[in-house]
């Protein structure tokens, strides 16, 4: 899996998460401020969460703790989608933009869990 990949930033899981960063941090300057030690900062710090443990997971030598922190980035992963449902229901967010970033996070989803499966494969055998 790691063979020819020598650096975390060439993970396609790493990029589309890092796009999701970006994005989320675009959206959210747009938030009222009263928000900014609220939703703001929850959203960017899970969103940058899952960035970060991706990278961490890829430094790590041993696929059991691969999986340790590819887990904890499908975690943080979750934790913004949930705060993408509330950003919506208070209107922080329109539906066709929410729908924008969910399918974002669904994609990201689907890459990390494809991304835990091959890693846990690899541990097992």
Known sequence: ???????FTELRVWKEAHSLVLLIYK?????????VFGLI????????????????????QSYAEKVQFYSL???SL?????????????GHINKLLFNEI???TIDVHKLLNAFIKKS???RDS
Do not use: C, H, W
Not at 41 to 60: C, H, M
């Open 78 to 90: 979750t934790e913004v989608q949930s705060q993408l449902f509330i950003a919506r229901d208070v």
């Open 1 to 7: 899996m790691q063979e020819s990949i020598k650096n």
């Open 102 to 104: 969910s399918e974002q």
């Open 120 to 122: 846990k494969s690899i």
């Open 41 to 60: 900062s929850q959203l960017r710090r899970a969103a940058v969460s899952v960035t970060s443990n991706i990278a961490e997971g890829f430094s790590r």
């Open 73 to 75: 980035a499908l975690g």
């Open 27 to 35: 959206i959210t300057k747009k938030f009222p401020k009263d928000e």
